[in-house]
Protein backbone atom coordinates (compact mmCIF):
# COMPACT_ATOMS: atom_id res chain seq x y z
CA UNK A 1 0.00 0.00 0.00
CA UNK A 2 3.20 2.63 0.19
CA UNK A 3 4.22 0.53 -3.07
CA UNK A 4 3.47 1.79 -6.74
CA UNK A 5 4.68 -0.04 -10.07
CA UNK A 6 5.31 -3.27 -11.19
CA UNK A 7 8.58 -3.79 -12.09
CA UNK A 8 9.56 -0.17 -11.59
CA UNK A 9 8.21 -0.39 -8.43
CA UNK A 10 9.23 2.00 -5.13
CA UNK A 11 8.07 2.04 -2.21
CA UNK A 12 7.82 5.57 -0.01
CA UNK A 13 8.39 5.62 3.99
CA UNK A 14 8.15 8.46 6.54
CA UNK A 15 5.99 11.21 8.07
CA UNK A 16 5.90 14.89 7.88
CA UNK A 17 7.88 15.54 11.30
CA UNK A 18 9.49 12.14 11.38
CA UNK A 19 13.52 12.06 11.11
CA UNK A 20 13.11 11.34 7.55
CA UNK A 21 10.97 10.55 4.68
CA UNK A 22 12.88 8.30 1.67
CA UNK A 23 12.25 5.64 -1.07
CA UNK A 24 13.30 2.59 -1.89
CA UNK A 25 13.60 1.72 -5.89
CA UNK A 26 13.69 -1.39 -7.10
CA UNK A 27 13.60 -2.44 -11.06
CA UNK A 28 15.75 -0.20 -11.91
CA UNK A 29 18.28 -1.82 -14.61
CA UNK A 30 22.35 -2.42 -14.03
CA UNK A 31 24.65 0.35 -16.46
CA UNK A 32 22.20 3.48 -16.02
CA UNK A 33 24.12 6.62 -15.33
CA UNK A 34 23.02 7.81 -12.16
CA UNK A 35 22.69 11.84 -12.34
CA UNK A 36 22.77 12.77 -8.78
CA UNK A 37 22.89 16.43 -9.77
CA UNK A 38 19.43 15.80 -11.62
CA UNK A 39 18.12 14.04 -8.46
CA UNK A 40 19.06 17.27 -6.23
CA UNK A 41 17.40 19.61 -9.05
CA UNK A 42 14.21 18.01 -9.41
CA UNK A 43 13.89 17.91 -5.68
CA UNK A 44 14.72 21.76 -5.26
CA UNK A 45 11.66 21.99 -7.83
CA UNK A 46 9.44 20.55 -5.65
CA UNK A 47 10.83 21.93 -2.40
CA UNK A 48 9.22 24.26 0.07
CA UNK A 49 10.04 27.71 1.01
CA UNK A 50 11.18 28.88 -2.27
CA UNK A 51 8.67 31.84 -2.47
CA UNK A 52 5.83 33.09 -1.06
CA UNK A 53 3.56 30.83 -3.58
CA UNK A 54 4.87 27.83 -1.12
CA UNK A 55 4.65 26.95 2.27
CA UNK A 56 7.68 28.83 4.14
CA UNK A 57 8.47 25.15 5.72
CA UNK A 58 12.22 25.30 5.12
CA UNK A 59 13.92 22.09 3.87
CA UNK A 60 17.21 21.99 1.27
CA UNK A 61 15.42 18.58 0.65
CA UNK A 62 19.01 17.12 -0.08
CA UNK A 63 18.80 13.43 -1.00
CA UNK A 64 21.09 10.82 0.34
CA UNK A 65 21.89 7.84 -1.93
CA UNK A 66 22.23 4.90 0.39
CA UNK A 67 22.28 2.21 -1.98
CA UNK A 68 22.02 0.83 -5.29
CA UNK A 69 24.52 3.19 -7.23
CA UNK A 70 28.18 2.02 -7.63
CA UNK A 71 31.05 4.47 -9.24
CA UNK A 72 28.23 6.55 -10.42
CA UNK A 73 26.51 3.94 -12.29
CA UNK A 74 23.12 2.02 -10.78
CA UNK A 75 23.96 -1.82 -10.38
CA UNK A 76 20.81 -3.50 -10.78
CA UNK A 77 19.99 -3.44 -7.02
CA UNK A 78 17.47 -1.64 -4.92
CA UNK A 79 18.17 2.32 -4.69
CA UNK A 80 17.35 3.67 -1.87
CA UNK A 81 17.18 7.51 -1.04
CA UNK A 82 16.76 9.08 2.41
CA UNK A 83 15.67 12.78 3.08
CA UNK A 84 16.36 14.07 6.40
CA UNK A 85 13.88 16.59 8.09
CA UNK A 86 15.41 19.62 9.23
CA UNK A 87 12.57 22.31 10.03
CA UNK A 88 9.61 20.75 11.83
CA UNK A 89 7.87 23.04 13.89
CA UNK A 90 5.66 20.37 15.72
CA UNK A 91 4.57 22.80 18.39
CA UNK A 92 2.89 24.38 15.85
CA UNK A 93 0.04 21.61 16.07
CA UNK A 94 -0.34 20.98 19.57
CA UNK A 95 -3.78 23.51 19.35
CA UNK A 96 -5.09 20.43 17.04
CA UNK A 97 -3.46 17.41 18.50
CA UNK A 98 -7.12 16.33 18.95
CA UNK A 99 -8.79 18.10 16.62
CA UNK A 100 -9.62 17.13 12.95
CA UNK A 101 -9.10 19.58 10.63
CA UNK A 102 -11.91 19.92 8.00
CA UNK A 103 -10.57 19.04 4.32
CA UNK A 104 -7.48 16.84 5.54
CA UNK A 105 -7.04 13.50 6.60
CA UNK A 106 -7.10 13.76 10.12
CA UNK A 107 -10.76 12.46 10.52
CA UNK A 108 -10.40 9.62 8.66
CA UNK A 109 -6.89 8.10 9.54
CA UNK A 110 -8.26 8.72 13.28
CA UNK A 111 -11.02 6.57 12.66
CA UNK A 112 -9.42 4.10 10.55
CA UNK A 113 -6.19 3.33 12.71
CA UNK A 114 -6.98 4.70 16.44
CA UNK A 115 -3.75 6.41 16.54
CA UNK A 116 -2.04 9.26 14.15
CA UNK A 117 1.26 11.12 14.14
CA UNK A 118 -0.36 14.22 13.90
CA UNK A 119 2.36 16.52 13.66
CA UNK A 120 2.03 17.96 10.16
CA UNK A 121 -0.09 15.49 9.71
CA UNK A 122 2.13 12.73 9.60
CA UNK A 123 1.98 10.56 6.62
CA UNK A 124 -0.93 12.06 5.29
CA UNK A 125 1.26 15.11 4.67
CA UNK A 126 2.20 15.82 1.14
CA UNK A 127 6.34 16.00 2.64
CA UNK A 128 5.73 12.10 1.52
CA UNK A 129 5.51 13.45 -2.24
CA UNK A 130 9.02 14.68 -2.51
CA UNK A 131 9.99 10.69 -1.72
CA UNK A 132 7.90 10.10 -5.23
CA UNK A 133 9.87 13.01 -6.87
CA UNK A 134 13.25 11.37 -6.04
CA UNK A 135 11.20 8.02 -7.93
CA UNK A 136 10.42 10.12 -10.48
CA UNK A 137 14.01 11.69 -11.14
CA UNK A 138 15.28 8.25 -11.42
CA UNK A 139 12.44 7.23 -14.08
CA UNK A 140 13.37 10.11 -15.82
CA UNK A 141 17.11 9.24 -16.18
CA UNK A 142 15.55 6.11 -17.92
CA UNK A 143 13.35 7.98 -20.12
CA UNK A 144 15.93 10.75 -21.00
CA UNK A 145 18.25 7.56 -22.67
CA UNK A 146 15.13 7.00 -24.97
CA UNK A 147 14.72 10.91 -25.57
CA UNK A 148 10.89 10.68 -23.95
CA UNK A 149 10.21 13.72 -22.21
CA UNK A 150 7.81 14.73 -19.53
CA UNK A 151 6.69 18.50 -18.91
CA UNK A 152 4.04 20.32 -17.02
CA UNK A 153 2.97 22.97 -15.58
CA UNK A 154 -0.22 24.93 -14.24
CA UNK A 155 -2.91 25.47 -16.78
CA UNK A 156 -5.76 26.79 -14.29
CA UNK A 157 -6.03 28.57 -10.78
CA UNK A 158 -9.09 29.60 -9.03
CA UNK A 159 -10.99 29.26 -12.29
CA UNK A 160 -9.10 31.39 -14.79
CA UNK A 161 -8.02 29.54 -17.62
CA UNK A 162 -4.67 29.74 -19.32
CA UNK A 163 -5.30 30.76 -23.19
CA UNK A 164 -1.52 30.11 -24.26
CA UNK A 165 0.15 26.90 -23.71
CA UNK A 166 4.15 27.07 -23.49
CA UNK A 167 5.85 24.53 -21.48
CA UNK A 168 9.07 26.29 -21.78
CA UNK A 169 8.10 29.41 -20.10
CA UNK A 170 6.40 27.13 -17.52
CA UNK A 171 10.06 25.75 -17.05
CA UNK A 172 10.77 29.42 -15.30
CA UNK A 173 7.73 30.51 -13.85
CA UNK A 174 7.59 30.77 -9.66
CA UNK A 175 4.48 29.23 -10.41
CA UNK A 176 5.40 26.28 -12.98
CA UNK A 177 2.89 28.77 -15.44
CA UNK A 178 2.29 27.62 -18.39
CA UNK A 179 0.76 31.82 -19.90
CA UNK A 180 2.72 34.64 -19.04
CA UNK A 181 -0.20 37.21 -18.98
CA UNK A 182 -2.63 34.47 -16.81
CA UNK A 183 0.44 34.35 -14.51
CA UNK A 184 0.11 37.55 -13.67
CA UNK A 185 -3.45 37.16 -12.49
CA UNK A 186 -3.18 34.12 -11.07
CA UNK A 187 -0.19 35.56 -8.68
CA UNK A 188 -2.44 38.44 -7.96
CA UNK A 189 -5.60 35.59 -7.48
CA UNK A 190 -2.86 34.03 -5.03
CA UNK A 191 -1.74 37.03 -2.96
CA UNK A 192 -5.46 37.51 -2.27
CA UNK A 193 -6.08 34.37 -1.03
CA UNK A 194 -3.30 34.15 1.22
CA UNK A 195 -3.67 37.53 2.48
CA UNK A 196 -7.28 36.59 3.16
CA UNK A 197 -5.80 33.23 5.16
CA UNK A 198 -7.66 31.51 2.06
CA UNK A 199 -6.59 28.90 -0.54
CA UNK A 200 -7.01 28.69 -3.85
CA UNK A 201 -7.31 24.81 -6.36
CA UNK A 202 -6.11 24.45 -9.58
CA UNK A 203 -5.00 22.68 -12.88
CA UNK A 204 -1.92 21.38 -13.59
CA UNK A 205 -1.58 20.29 -17.56
CA UNK A 206 1.60 17.34 -18.44
CA UNK A 207 2.66 16.24 -21.63
CA UNK A 208 4.73 12.90 -22.41
CA UNK A 209 7.13 13.57 -25.73
CA UNK A 210 8.25 10.96 -28.13
CA UNK A 211 6.63 8.22 -26.64
CA UNK A 212 6.52 5.00 -28.66
CA UNK A 213 3.35 3.37 -29.82
CA UNK A 214 2.19 0.49 -27.40
CA UNK A 215 2.79 1.11 -23.99
CA UNK A 216 -0.15 0.37 -21.79
CA UNK A 217 -1.38 -3.08 -20.69
CA UNK A 218 -5.18 -3.58 -21.35
CA UNK A 219 -7.39 -4.03 -19.60
CA UNK A 220 -6.60 -3.73 -16.05
CA UNK A 221 -3.16 -2.27 -16.76
CA UNK A 222 -3.74 0.71 -19.19
CA UNK A 223 -1.63 3.31 -19.47
CA UNK A 224 -4.71 5.94 -18.96
CA UNK A 225 -5.96 3.94 -16.00
CA UNK A 226 -2.43 3.73 -14.43
CA UNK A 227 -1.75 7.56 -14.87
CA UNK A 228 -5.18 8.20 -13.28
CA UNK A 229 -4.22 5.62 -10.20
CA UNK A 230 -0.67 7.97 -10.15
CA UNK A 231 -2.17 10.77 -10.24
CA UNK A 232 -5.14 10.56 -8.06
CA UNK A 233 -2.85 9.21 -5.26
CA UNK A 234 -0.94 12.79 -4.82
CA UNK A 235 -2.54 14.65 -2.32
CA UNK A 236 -5.50 16.84 -3.03
CA UNK A 237 -5.68 15.61 -6.60
CA UNK A 238 -9.78 15.14 -7.44
CA UNK A 239 -9.52 14.11 -11.00
CA UNK A 240 -7.86 13.94 -14.09
CA UNK A 241 -8.84 14.52 -17.86
CA UNK A 242 -7.20 12.16 -20.91
CA UNK A 243 -6.66 14.34 -24.29
CA UNK A 244 -9.23 17.32 -25.05
CA UNK A 245 -10.89 18.24 -21.53
CA UNK A 246 -13.62 19.40 -23.43
CA UNK A 247 -13.98 15.96 -25.50
CA UNK A 248 -17.38 15.11 -23.44
CA UNK A 249 -18.94 18.43 -24.90
CA UNK A 250 -18.18 17.39 -28.58
CA UNK A 251 -19.73 15.12 -30.75
CA UNK A 252 -17.88 12.12 -32.30
CA UNK A 253 -16.75 13.49 -35.33
CA UNK A 254 -15.55 16.90 -33.52
CA UNK A 255 -13.74 14.31 -31.16
CA UNK A 256 -12.31 11.62 -33.53
CA UNK A 257 -8.84 11.80 -34.18
CA UNK A 258 -8.53 10.97 -38.47
CA UNK A 259 -5.86 9.30 -39.40
CA UNK A 260 -3.74 10.15 -42.37
CA UNK A 261 -0.54 7.76 -43.69
CA UNK A 262 1.55 10.59 -41.88
CA UNK A 263 -0.35 10.16 -38.42
CA UNK A 264 -2.99 11.30 -36.45
CA UNK A 265 -4.90 14.70 -38.01
CA UNK A 266 -5.39 15.86 -34.27
CA UNK A 267 -5.01 14.57 -30.46
CA UNK A 268 -8.13 14.84 -28.97
CA UNK A 269 -7.65 11.40 -27.57
CA UNK A 270 -4.33 12.65 -25.58
CA UNK A 271 -2.47 9.65 -27.03
CA UNK A 272 -3.89 6.81 -26.02
CA UNK A 273 -6.63 4.84 -27.59
CA UNK A 274 -7.91 1.50 -25.44
CA UNK A 275 -5.61 1.94 -22.79
CA UNK A 276 -2.31 2.11 -25.51
CA UNK A 277 -0.12 4.82 -26.59
CA UNK A 278 -0.74 5.45 -30.14
CA UNK A 279 2.95 7.54 -30.77
CA UNK A 280 1.14 10.90 -30.15
CA UNK A 281 1.67 13.58 -27.48
CA UNK A 282 0.18 11.88 -24.06
CA UNK A 283 -1.83 14.95 -23.18
CA UNK A 284 -3.45 15.25 -19.14
CA UNK A 285 -4.72 17.31 -16.97
CA UNK A 286 -4.80 17.19 -13.58
CA UNK A 287 -7.33 18.70 -10.94
CA UNK A 288 -5.84 20.42 -7.68
CA UNK A 289 -8.25 21.02 -4.67
CA UNK A 290 -7.38 24.12 -2.66
CA UNK A 291 -5.46 23.64 0.29
CA UNK A 292 -7.35 22.07 3.14
CA UNK A 293 -5.15 24.01 5.98
CA UNK A 294 -6.18 27.61 6.00
CA UNK A 295 -6.33 30.09 8.42
CA UNK A 296 -9.61 31.15 9.45
CA UNK A 297 -12.17 30.10 12.42
CA UNK A 298 -13.62 26.86 11.00
CA UNK A 299 -16.06 24.07 12.63
CA UNK A 300 -14.85 20.81 13.72
CA UNK A 301 -15.28 18.31 16.20
CA UNK A 302 -12.22 16.81 18.17
CA UNK A 303 -11.37 12.72 18.80
CA UNK A 304 -13.83 13.18 22.09
CA UNK A 305 -16.67 14.11 20.09
CA UNK A 306 -17.01 18.00 20.97
CA UNK A 307 -17.82 20.90 18.75
CA UNK A 308 -14.94 22.72 18.75
CA UNK A 309 -13.93 25.67 16.27
CA UNK A 310 -10.13 25.19 14.72
CA UNK A 311 -7.64 28.00 14.52
CA UNK A 312 -4.59 26.69 12.50
CA UNK A 313 -1.16 28.10 13.15
CA UNK A 314 2.08 26.54 11.08
CA UNK A 315 2.71 26.91 7.81
CA UNK A 316 0.78 26.09 4.69
CA UNK A 317 1.25 25.88 0.64
CA UNK A 318 -1.46 28.81 -0.28
CA UNK A 319 -2.14 26.57 -3.47
CA UNK A 320 -0.97 22.88 -3.67
CA UNK A 321 -1.06 22.90 -7.78
CA UNK A 322 2.19 24.77 -7.68
CA UNK A 323 4.35 22.40 -6.22
CA UNK A 324 2.13 19.54 -7.36
CA UNK A 325 2.98 19.77 -10.50
CA UNK A 326 6.49 18.62 -10.16
CA UNK A 327 4.73 15.77 -8.41
CA UNK A 328 2.48 14.74 -11.24
CA UNK A 329 5.69 14.88 -14.24
CA UNK A 330 7.46 12.64 -11.03
CA UNK A 331 4.68 9.88 -11.06
CA UNK A 332 4.07 10.32 -14.69
CA UNK A 333 7.75 9.43 -15.52
CA UNK A 334 7.43 6.19 -13.30
CA UNK A 335 4.29 4.70 -15.03
CA UNK A 336 6.18 5.27 -18.50
CA UNK A 337 9.19 3.60 -16.77
CA UNK A 338 7.21 0.77 -15.76
CA UNK A 339 5.02 0.30 -18.66
CA UNK A 340 8.04 0.36 -21.28
CA UNK A 341 9.36 -2.52 -18.83
CA UNK A 342 6.19 -4.15 -19.30
CA UNK A 343 6.12 -3.94 -22.95
CA UNK A 344 9.45 -5.61 -23.42
CA UNK A 345 7.90 -9.50 -23.16
CA UNK A 346 4.78 -8.72 -25.16
CA UNK A 347 6.36 -10.21 -28.89
CA UNK A 348 8.09 -12.91 -29.12
CA UNK A 349 10.42 -10.93 -31.45
CA UNK A 350 11.37 -8.54 -28.42
CA UNK A 351 11.84 -11.94 -26.55
CA UNK A 352 14.67 -13.52 -29.28
CA UNK A 353 16.40 -10.03 -29.54
CA UNK A 354 17.52 -10.71 -25.94
CA UNK A 355 17.83 -14.61 -25.92
CA UNK A 356 19.01 -15.63 -29.19
N1 LIG B 1 -2.40 20.46 2.62
C1 LIG B 1 -2.32 21.30 3.66
O1 LIG B 1 -3.21 21.34 4.47
N2 LIG B 1 -1.24 22.13 3.79
C2 LIG B 1 -0.21 22.14 2.90
O2 LIG B 1 0.74 22.92 3.05
C3 LIG B 1 -0.27 21.23 1.81
N3 LIG B 1 0.73 21.19 0.91
C4 LIG B 1 0.64 20.32 -0.14
C5 LIG B 1 1.67 20.31 -1.09
C6 LIG B 1 1.59 19.47 -2.19
C7 LIG B 1 2.72 19.46 -3.17
C8 LIG B 1 0.46 18.63 -2.38
C9 LIG B 1 0.36 17.75 -3.58
C10 LIG B 1 -0.57 18.63 -1.44
C11 LIG B 1 -0.50 19.47 -0.30
N4 LIG B 1 -1.51 19.51 0.66
C12 LIG B 1 -1.41 20.39 1.71
C13 LIG B 1 -2.72 18.70 0.50
C14 LIG B 1 -2.94 17.65 1.57
O3 LIG B 1 -1.81 16.83 1.73
C15 LIG B 1 -4.19 16.81 1.24
O4 LIG B 1 -5.26 17.64 0.92
C16 LIG B 1 -4.56 15.95 2.44
O5 LIG B 1 -3.59 14.92 2.60
C17 LIG B 1 -5.95 15.29 2.30
O6 LIG B 1 -5.97 14.44 1.20
P1 LIG B 1 -7.01 14.64 0.00
O7 LIG B 1 -7.11 16.12 -0.24
O8 LIG B 1 -6.38 13.92 -1.16
O9 LIG B 1 -8.32 14.04 0.43
Known sequence: FNSFGEIFRFTTFGESHGKAIGVIIDGVPAGLKFDEEFLVSELDRRRPGKNRFATQRKESDTPEVLSGVFEGMTTGTPISIVIFNKDQKSKDYSNIKDIFRPGHADFT????????????????????????????????????????????????????????????YAKNS????????????????????????????????????????????????????????????????????????????????????????????????????????????????????????????????DIYGNEVEVNLKGRHDPIVAVRGSVVAEAMAACVVADMLFLNMTRKMEYIKKIYQ
Not at 192 to 205: D, T
Not at 218 to 233: C, E, F, G, Q, T
Not at 243 to 263: P, V, Y
Open 109 to 168: YWHKYGIRDYRGGGRSSARETAARVAAGAVAKMILRELDIEIEAGVVEIGGIRAENIDYE
Open 174 to 301: PIFALDSEAEKKWIEAIDKAREEHNSLGGVVKLRIKNLPVGLGEPIYYKLDNILASAMVSINAVKGIYIGNSEAHKLTGLENNDEISKDGFLSNNCGGVLGGISNGEDVELEVFFKPTPSIFKPQKSV
